[in-house]
C-alpha cells in the first residue's frame, strides 16, 4: 500500500503551472550553475562573472514580481492550498520577501563591483556562495515544515560560513568564520534535537501539525516539558539566524572581520529571513486557537519572544557604545533592530480578529525600511575603508568637508535607524509601536516602553558618528570615492525621504500581500500523510 | 534474585532509543563547551546531531509507525552533517593557515 502511494506521487509530481510559482528559486540555481560553468567556456575574469550574476539577478526579479503579481490576484496559490504540509509554500508573504531579496541582492553586488572586483581572482566562487545563500533564505520564508527549515536554514548559513572568511590571507576573515561557523554549527545542531523531539511528540514534522498539539496541550494545562524543551531548542535556531540575545556572539565578529559587501548582506537578508520564518511560525500558532478568546493559551509563547526581544534590544544598544569600529558599531546597532523587529513577531492576533496583521505589516514595513537605512550606513563605511583603510571611528571625522555626498546620506541615515522623523525609520517604528499598543496588554505596553527606552539610548551613538562627521576635523584628504557609490548611498538616502512622505502606499501594498498569507488553508487538520492522499484523490 | 520484570528490561523499546539520544546529546554539549580546539568542537556538534538522527529514526518506528518522515528526515540530517564538516575543516584549515593553530582561544583579535 505505502509503495503504491509512492508510486503515484511520482506520477503526479507536479509540474506546469506549479513549477512556475518556484521559478525565482529555479532561476537562482540556474544562476549558480552558470557561474559554475562559466570558468570553463568564458574565464574567470570578475566582468564576466558579475555580467552573468546580474542577468541571474534580472530574471530572478522578473519572476518574482509575477510570483507576487499572481499570489496577490488569484488569492492563495496552487501549492500551498495542500492542507497541513506546508513542505513548500508560495504566497503574498513569501513572495514579498524575495522581491525584497534580489532587490538587495543587487544592492551588495553593486558594491562588490565597486569595491573588490578589480582584485578579485575568485569572482565565481564568491557569487555561488553570494547567490546559494540568497537561495536558502528564500527557502526559510517558504516553508512550514521542520525538515524543509532545517534544510533552508543550513542552505543560508553554510555559503555564509564560507564567505565570511572569503580571502583566504586575511587573518581577521578567517577568525571570524571560525567564530561564526562553531556558533552556527551549534545553534543548528541544538535546533535539529529540538526537531527530532517535537516530531516524537507530535508523530508529524508539519508546524500546523505540531500548533495543534500545543494548543491542545495548553487547553488541558498539562504543561508538557519535553514541549517547551523541543520548542525552546528549536527557538535556538531561529533566534541564532535573526542574532538574537543570547546568540548574537557571532554576530559583532563576524560583521568586523568579514569584507564590507559581505556584511552588508548578512546584517540585513539573513536576519529579515530569519524573523519572516518566525512570524510565519507565529502565524501559524495563533490561527491554530479555536476562538479569539483562547488566544491567552499562546500568550506564553507570546511573552517568550517578547523577553528575547526585549533582552536583544537593549543589549545590542548597549554594546554598541563603546565600539570604536564604525562596523562593529553597526553590528550591534543590527542587533538591536533585530530586537525592535521581534517585538514585531510578538504580536499575536487571532486571524478572526479585525485587524490581525497589524504586526505583520509592521515586520514587513520594517524590513524594507531597515534594508535601505543598512544599505546607505554601510555603503558610505566601505567608501571610507576603501579609501582610508580601516573603519575606525575616526576616520570619519570631518567626513562633512572632505566628502558631503558621503556625510549627508550617512547622517539621513543614521538619524534614520535612530527613528527620528522627517525620515522612514520613524514611520517603521511608529507602525510597530502602533501594532503593540493595538493589543492593548501587559505586553503590548511593556514592549512599547522598552522601544521607547532603546530608542533614546541608541541616539547616543549614532550621534556620536554625526558629531564626528561635522564637528570634529582633523585636516585629512578629501576622500575619492567611485561615483556609482556616491549615487548608491543617495539613492538610499532619498527612498527613505520618499518612504516617510509617501508612507501610505508602502503599508497598503504590504497589508495586501499581508492579506494572502496562506493561513487558513493550514488551519484545516491535515488528514495522515496529507500530500500522498491529496495526489491519491487526483487520479 | 532478579526482579519479576527484568525480561522486559532487557526487551529494547523506545526508551533505550531516547536514552542512548539524550547521553549522545548531553556528550556532545558537554564536547562544545568544553573543548577548545575547533576540531574537538566540530566532533561535538557532529554527536548533538546524531542524537538528533537516532532520536528521529526511534520516534518514527514506535510513535508514529507506517509513517516515513521520521527517516526521510534523519537522512537529510546526514546530509547536513556532511556538508558542515566539510565546510567547517575547511575553515579550520584557513584559520590554520593563518594563525598556525586552531585553537578556538588563540582567535581573539575581534573583540568587544
Given at each position: 500500500?505505502?509503495?503504491?502511494?509512492?508510486?503515484?506521487?511520482?506520477?503526479?509530481?507536479?509540474?506546469?503551472?506549479?513549477?512556475?510559482?518556484?521559478?525565482?528559486?529555479?532561476?537562482?540555481?540556474?544562476?549558480?550553475?552558470?557561474?559554475?560553468?562559466?570558468?570553463?567556456?568564458?574565464?574567470?575574469?570578475?566582468?564576466?562573472?558579475?555580467?552573468?550574476?546580474?542577468?541571474?539577478?534580472?530574471?530572478?526579479?522578473?519572476?518574482?514580481?509575477?510570483v507576487?503579481?499572481?499570489?496577490?490576484?488569484?488569492?492563495?496559490?496552487?501549492?500551498?492550498?495542500?492542507?497541513?504540509?506546508?513542505?513548500?509554500?508560495?504566497?503574498?508573504?513569501?513572495?514579498?520577501?524575495?522581491?525584497?531579496?534580489?532587490?538587495?541582492?543587487?544592492g551588495?553586488?553593486?558594491?562588490?563591483?565597486?569595491?573588490?572586483?578589480a582584485?578579485?581572482?575568485?569572482?565565481?566562487?564568491?557569487?555561488i556562495?553570494?547567490?546559494?545563500?540568497?537561495?536558502?533564505?528564500?527557502?526559510?520564508?517558504?516553508?512550514?515544515?521542520?525538515?524543509?527549515?532545517?534544510?533552508?536554514?543550513?542552505?543560508?548559513?553554510?555559503?555564509?560560513?564560507?564567505?565570511?572568511?572569503?580571502?583566504?590571507?586575511?587573518?581577521?576573515?578567517?577568525?571570524?568564520?571560525?567564530?561564526?561557523?562553531?556558533?552556527?554549527?551549534?545553534?543548528?545542531a541544538?535546533?535539529l534535537?529540538?526537531?527530532?523531539?517535537?516530531?516524537?511528540?507530535?508523530?508529524?514534522?508539519?508546524v500546523?501539525?505540531?500548533?495543534?498539539f500545543?494548543?491542545?496541550?495548553?487547553?488541558?494545562?498539562?504543561?508538557?516539558?519535553?514541549?517547551?524543551?523541543?520548542?525552546?531548542?528549536?527557538?535556538?535556531?531561529?533566534?541564532?539566524?535573526?542574532?538574537?540575545?543570547p546568540?548574537?556572539?557571532?554576530?559583532?565578529?563576524?560583521?568586523?572581520?568579514?569584507?564590507i559587501?559581505?556584511?552588508?548582506?548578512?546584517?540585513?537578508?539573513?536576519?529579515?529571513?530569519?524573523?519572516?520564518?518566525?512570524?510565519?511560525?507565529?502565524?501559524?500558532?495563533?490561527?491554530?486557537?479555536?476562538?479569539?478568546?483562547?488566544?491567552?493559551?499562546?500568550?506564553?509563547?507570546?511573552?517568550?519572544?517578547?523577553?528575547?526581544?526585549?533582552?536583544?534590544?537593549?543589549?545590542?544598544?548597549?554594546?554598541?557604545?563603546?565600539?570604536?569600529?564604525?562596523?562593529?558599531?553597526?553590528?550591534?546597532?543590527?542587533?538591536?533592530?533585530a530586537?525592535?523587529?521581534?517585538?514585531?513577531?510578538?504580536?499575536?492576533?487571532?486571524?478572526?480578529?479585525?485587524?490581525?496583521?497589524?504586526?505583520?505589516?509592521?515586520?514587513?514595513?520594517?524590513?524594507?525600511?531597515?534594508?535601505?537605512?543598512?544599505?546607505?550606513?554601510?555603503?558610505?563605511?566601505?567608501?571610507?575603508?576603501?579609501?582610508?583603510?580601516?573603519?575606525?571611528?575616526?576616520?570619519?571625522?570631518?567626513?562633512?568637508?572632505?566628502?558631503?555626498?558621503?556625510?549627508?546620506?550617512?547622517?539621513?541615515?543614521?538619524v534614520?535607524?535612530?527613528?527620528?522623523?522627517?525620515?522612514?525609520?520613524f514611520?517603521?517604528?511608529?507602525w510597530?509601536?502602533?501594532?503593540?499598543?493595538?493589543?492593548?496588554?501587559?505586553?503590548?505596553?511593556?514592549?512599547?516602553?522598552?522601544?521607547?527606552?532603546?530608542?533614546?539610548?541608541?541616539?547616543?551613538?549614532?550621534?556620536r558618528?554625526?558629531?564626528?562627521?561635522?564637528?570634529?576635523?582633523?585636516?585629512?584628504?578629501?576622500?575619492q570615492?567611485?561615483?556609482?557609490?556616491?549615487?548608491?548611498?543617495?539613492?538610499?538616502?532619498?527612498?527613505?525621504?520618499?518612504?516617510?512622505?509617501?508612507?501610505?502606499?508602502?503599508?497598503?501594498?504590504?497589508?495586501?500581500?499581508?492579506?494572502?498569507?496562506?493561513?487558513?488553508?493550514?488551519?484545516t487538520?491535515?488528514?495522515d500523510?496529507?500530500?500522498?492522499?491529496r495526489?491519491?484523490e487526483?487520479? | 534474585?532478579?526482579?519479576?520484570?527484568?525480561?522486559?528490561?532487557?526487551?529494547?523499546?523506545?526508551?533505550?532509543?531516547?536514552?542512548?539520544?539524550?547521553?549522545?546529546?548531553?556528550?556532545?554539549?558537554?564536547?562544545?563547551?568544553?573543548?577548545?580546539?575547533?576540531?574537538?568542537?566540530?566532533?561535538?556538534?557532529?554527536?548533538v546531531?546524531?542524537?538528533?538522527?537516532?532520536?528521529?529514526?526511534?520516534?518514527?518506528?514506535?510513535?508514529?509507525?507506517?509513517?516515513?518522515?521520521?527517516?526521510?528526515?534523519?537522512?537529510?540530517v546526514?546530509?547536513?552533517?556532511?556538508?558542515?564538516?566539510?565546510?567547517?575543516?575547511?575553515?579550520?584549515?584557513?584559520?590554520?593557515?593563518?594563525?598556525?593553530?586552531?585553537?578556538?582561544?588563540?582567535?581573539?583579535?575581534?573583540?568587544g
Amino acid at each position: 500500500m505505502n509503495l503504491l502511494m509512492q508510486a503515484n506521487l511520482w506520477a503526479n509530481i507536479p509540474v506546469g503551472e506549479h513549477l512556475a510559482f518556484f521559478s525565482p528559486m529555479i532561476t537562482l540555481v540556474c544562476t549558480m550553475l552558470a557561474i559554475v560553468a562559466c570558468p570553463i567556456v568564458l574565464g574567470r575574469g570578475s566582468r564576466t562573472t558579475a555580467g552573468i550574476a546580474l542577468l541571474g539577478i534580472i530574471a530572478t526579479f522578473i519572476l518574482a514580481l509575477r510570483v507576487l503579481h499572481a499570489t496577490t490576484t488569484n488569492g492563495v496559490s496552487g501549492l500551498s492550498t495542500d492542507p497541513g504540509a506546508g513542505l513548500f509554500i508560495v504566497d503574498g508573504l513569501s513572495a514579498f520577501f524575495q522581491v525584497l531579496l534580489i532587490i538587495f541582492l543587487a544592492g551588495v553586488t553593486w558594491l562588490w563591483w565597486l569595491g573588490s572586483s578589480a582584485n578579485e581572482r575568485n569572482a565565481p566562487e564568491f557569487f555561488i556562495l553570494l547567490f546559494g545563500s540568497a537561495l536558502g533564505m528564500s527557502m526559510m520564508v517558504s516553508s512550514a515544515n521542520l525538515l524543509m527549515i532545517v534544510v533552508a536554514m543550513e542552505t543560508a548559513s553554510l555559503p555564509s560560513y564560507a564567505i565570511v572568511g572569503f580571502d583566504k590571507r586575511d587573518r581577521l576573515g578567517a577568525e571570524a568564520s571560525l567564530k561564526y561557523m562553531v556558533f552556527g554549527a551549534i545553534c543548528a545542531a541544538i535546533m535539529l534535537y529540538g526537531a527530532s523531539l517535537l516530531y516524537g511528540l507530535t508523530g508529524s514534522l508539519s508546524v500546523a501539525d505540531i500548533a495543534r498539539f500545543t494548543v491542545a496541550n495548553l487547553a488541558t494545562g498539562e504543561h508538557h516539558l519535553l514541549l517547551a524543551l523541543g520548542l525552546l531548542c528549536f527557538l535556538v535556531g531561529i533566534a541564532f539566524k535573526v542574532s538574537a540575545v543570547p546568540f548574537h556572539f557571532w554576530c559583532p565578529d563576524a560583521f568586523q572581520g568579514a569584507k564590507i559587501e559581505v556584511t552588508t548582506w548578512l546584517s540585513v537578508a539573513s536576519k529579515a529571513a530569519g524573523l519572516v520564518l518566525l512570524l510565519r511560525l507565529t502565524m501559524i500558532f495563533c490561527s491554530v486557537v479555536g476562538s479569539p478568546a483562547d488566544m491567552s493559551l499562546i500568550q506564553p509563547l507570546a511573552w517568550t519572544i517578547a523577553i528575547l526581544a526585549a533582552v536583544t534590544c537593549t543589549v545590542g544598544n548597549f554594546s554598541a557604545y563603546k565600539q570604536k569600529s564604525v562596523k562593529r558599531m553597526l553590528a550591534y546597532s543590527s542587533i538591536a533592530h533585530a530586537g525592535y523587529m521581534l517585538m514585531a513577531v510578538a504580536v499575536f492576533a487571532h486571524p478572526a480578529v479585525e485587524g490581525h496583521q497589524a504586526g505583520m505589516v509592521a515586520l514587513l514595513v520594517y524590513i524594507v525600511i531597515y534594508l535601505f537605512m543598512n544599505l546607505g550606513a554601510f555603503g558610505v563605511t566601505a567608501m571610507i575603508v576603501w579609501d582610508t583603510g580601516n573603519d575606525d571611528i575616526k576616520s570619519f571625522s570631518g567626513l562633512m568637508r572632505r566628502a558631503p555626498f558621503l556625510a549627508v546620506p550617512m547622517i539621513i541615515c543614521l538619524v534614520s535607524l535612530v527613528g527620528l522623523p522627517p525620515l522612514a525609520g520613524f514611520i517603521g517604528k511608529w507602525w510597530i509601536l502602533l501594532a503593540l499598543g493595538s493589543l492593548d496588554s501587559t505586553l503590548g505596553w511593556f514592549l512599547v516602553i522598552v522601544a521607547v527606552l532603546n530608542t533614546l539610548i541608541s541616539l547616543y551613538y549614532y550621534m556620536r558618528v554625526v558629531v564626528q562627521m561635522t564637528l570634529r576635523d582633523e585636516g585629512d584628504p578629501a576622500v575619492q570615492s567611485p561615483f556609482g557609490g556616491l549615487a548608491l548611498v543617495n539613492i538610499c538616502a532619498l527612498m527613505l525621504l520618499i518612504l516617510f512622505f509617501r508612507a501610505h502606499p508602502l503599508k497598503t501594498t504590504t497589508d495586501r500581500f499581508a492579506r494572502t498569507l496562506n493561513v487558513a488553508s493550514l488551519t484545516t487538520p491535515s488528514p495522515d500523510n496529507a500530500v500522498a492522499s491529496r495526489f491519491i484523490e487526483a487520479d | 534474585m532478579l526482579p519479576d520484570d527484568f525480561l522486559t528490561y532487557l526487551t529494547i523499546g523506545l526508551t533505550h532509543y531516547l536514552v542512548v539520544g539524550a547521553v549522545l546529546f548531553v556528550t556532545g554539549l558537554f564536547t562544545m563547551m568544553t573543548k577548545r580546539n575547533a576540531i574537538g568542537i566540530l566532533i561535538g556538534v557532529e554527536l548533538v546531531l546524531n542524537s538528533a538522527g537516532v532520536n528521529l529514526v526511534a520516534f518514527d518506528r514506535y510513535m508514529a509507525p507506517g509513517r516515513v518522515d521520521g527517516q526521510i528526515m534523519t537522512l537529510f540530517v546526514i546530509v547536513i552533517a556532511a556538508a558542515e564538516a566539510a565546510i567547517a575543516v575547511g575553515i579550520c584549515i584557513n584559520l590554520y593557515k593563518n594563525l598556525a593553530t586552531v585553537d578556538v582561544d588563540s582567535a581573539r583579535k575581534l573583540q568587544g
